[in-house]
């Protein structure tokens, strides 16, 4: 099977889980891997300051150009952290410019508290919008505390694809 990881990270949590579950699925798939980024991304202060205004906006930032093509694979992962309870602004765009027609797409989702059930939701009617199916999902507490935790659910996570 061929599967297609795409993420965003900003602190590295969601890009951890993200090659956690490309290792797992690599046995006998071909696994590629996608991140996403933001075009003049800032720093994790500027970030929370100012790029976090842009999540609850629902805004579509400018990013890095990747390739939208999502024909030549079977199955997608994307992956995002919470930010005030919804997707990263850059994944926003890469919704935007992507079509999932005909695809099935499982959606894993990083946060240290709360808003997770909900982008989700949200992340699951855009694809649908654009003619996916989301087949599963996992909610994944980051943090200090969830460190060890938080990879053994992206292991169980993918093992189940």
């Known amino acids: 099977m061929k599967i297609l990881i795409v993420y965003y990270s900003k602190?590295?949590?969601?890009?951890?889980?993200?090659?956690?579950?490309a290792n797992e699925l690599a046995d006998g798939n071909e696994v590629k891997l996608r991140r996403i980024k933001m075009k003049g991304e800032?720093?994790?202060?500027?970030?929370?300051?100012l790029d976090t205004k842009k999540a609850i906006r629902r805004e579509k930032p400018e990013i890095e150009v990747i390739d939208f093509d999502h024909r030549k694979y079977d199955l997608i992962l994307?992956?995002?952290?919470?930010?005030?309870?919804?997707?990263?602004?850059?994944?926003?765009?890469?919704?935007?410019?992507?079509?999932?027609r005909d695809k099935k797409v499982a959606l894993f989702v990083?946060?240290?508290?709360?808003?997770?059930?909900?982008?989700?939701k949200l992340l699951t009617e855009e694809i649908e919008k654009r003619g996916g199916k989301v087949t599963n999902s996992v909610i994944?507490?980051?943090?200090?505390?969830?460190?060890?935790r938080m990879i053994e659910e992206a292991k169980t996570f993918a093992s189940k694809l």
């Open 11 to 21: 602190t590295r949590k969601t890009k951890e889980i993200a090659h956690t579950m």
């Open 42 to 49: 800032r720093n994790l202060l500027a970030t929370y300051l």
């Open 78 to 100: 994307l992956g995002t952290p919470v930010w005030s309870a919804n997707p990263a602004p850059a994944i926003n765009t890469y919704l935007d410019r992507s079509d999932f």
């Open 110 to 120: 990083t946060l240290r508290l709360m808003g997770g059930e909900k982008v989700v």
């Open 140 to 148: 994944i507490k980051t943090g200090l505390f969830h460190e060890k």
